[in-house]
């Protein structure tokens, strides 16, 4: 899966390198050598450096309170239903497929359309026939196109009128998003409907927001990309389990459950990465995250992840009035990068996952 992912937002051809002038340089003489002074060494993650725990801890407990639909005075510790919950969650994490066989495999039209992406010369009848059979992608790439983003003078209906508007970078970034989004039916348990939306909410802001950070950096956008999606979807997986287990009786959203479902959350999620074979950077960032003390480095990926998931929140919580975007206390340390990605994704409006950013 994740081969094929990568081939496709990295089929531009490689630039041709041009020959390098021939310049005719004298020798210096002996005694006018000036010994060469190395470069310093650039950490990795110079461009993110590490956010603070306690900023950490204080924006995750207020997004936790907002998924479980909480306040302030929640719980410190676990109920008995809670620790049931964890208990679940922990034989998942230890058995040998964690929580891939919960979650649901790619619509059969998806690879289709992903490998008629990987070619410059698609057909966008073709691709309009192929998308008609995935209702869910119809509805998101008109909505798309009619979104803000493209600024159309007139409304968009249909989906070949569609294909044109979005293009093949649009379209390569949207299959990709849509490809991953978890499909809630109607079925599905209180947490799963009531939660889940928000959760996907994050991983779509947070793509973006790392695909923003990326830009001019070591790692490879695509990852960036990909990861800021799957980091989550072991916490949705673990709506699941809560759903299953729920009496009814005791409430959800303790403290202390929330943070430990959290890890439980990330663990399932690199699992998965790990089973889907995507790249080993990405597995590695999604376990960083919360696990690497504050003294110490992250990889490039995991810093850019560490960064754009703390912006992501900040900015879904400041839509939901939760907390003031401006507040010091909250981007106290960020780079000058981070802010900028801060201030853009806040002023960018519509469906942010799945409008192209090239």
């Given at each position: 899966m994740a081969g094929w992912l990568s081939r496709l937002f990295s089929s531009k051809p490689a630039p041709v390198k041009q020959p390098e002038p021939q310049v005719a340089i004298a020798a210096p003489e002996p005694e006018e050598a000036e010994p060469e002074i190395p470069e310093e060494p650039v950490s990795p993650s110079a461009a993110f450096p590490r956010i603070s725990w306690m900023q950490n801890d204080t924006l995750?407990?207020?997004?936790?309170?907002?998924?479980?639909?909480?306040?302030?005075?929640?719980?410190?510790?676990?109920?008995?239903?809670?620790?049931?919950?964890?208990?679940?969650?922990?034989?998942i994490v230890s058995s040998n497929q964690a929580g891939s066989d919960l979650v649901r495999r790619m619509p059969g039209v998806i690879p289709q359309l992903m490998q008629s992406l990987r070619t410059d010369d698609f057909s966008g009848a073709e691709l309009a026939r192929k998308i008609s059979n995935d209702v869910v992608l119809v509805a998101a790439?008109?909505?798309?196109?009619?979104?803000?983003?493209?600024?159309?003078?007139?409304?968009?209906?249909?989906?070949?009128?569609?294909?044109?508007?979005?293009?093949?970078?649009?379209?390569?970034?949207?299959i990709t998003s849509v490809a991953f989004k978890p499909i809630i039916d109607l079925k599905s348990g209180h947490f799963t409907k009531s939660i889940a939306p928000k959760i996907w909410e994050l991983s779509e802001q947070c793509a973006v927001a790392n695909r923003m950070l990326?830009?001019?950096?070591?790692?490879?956008?695509?990852?960036?990309?990909?990861?800021?999606?799957?980091?989550?979807?072991?916490?949705i997986v673990s709506l699941r389990v809560i759903d299953q287990l729920f009496d009814q009786k005791q409430s959800i959203g303790s403290s202390s459950f929330c943070s430990s479902l959290v890890t439980y959350g990330r663990r399932i999620s690199a699992s998965i990465s790990r089973e889907w074979n995507f790249p080993d950077s990405v597995v590695q960032a999604i376990e960083e995250q919360g696990s690497i003390p504050q003294q110490m480095e992250m990889s490039p990926l995991g810093s850019l992840l560490e960064t754009g998931d703390y912006i992501s929140k900040i900015k879904i919580l400041a839509d939901q009035q939760r907390l003031r975007m401006d507040d010091p206390d909250l981007t106290r340390g960020l780079s000058e990068k981070a802010l900028a990605c801060l201030n853009e994704m806040n002023a960018l409006s519509g469906p942010p996952a799945t409008s192209p950013l090239e």
């Open positions: 995750n407990a207020n997004f936790m309170h907002w998924l479980f639909e909480g306040n302030d005075e929640s719980d410190l510790f676990a109920n008995q239903l809670e620790k049931e919950i964890l208990a679940a969650l922990d034989k790439i008109i909505r798309i196109a009619n979104s803000s983003l493209y600024k159309s003078t007139e409304a968009i209906d249909s989906i070949e009128h569609a294909v044109l508007v979005l293009g093949q970078a649009g379209l390569r970034q949207l990326a830009e001019g950096e070591t790692v490879v956008a695509f990852e960036a990309f990909l990861v800021g999606l799957i980091q989550n979807v072991g916490l």
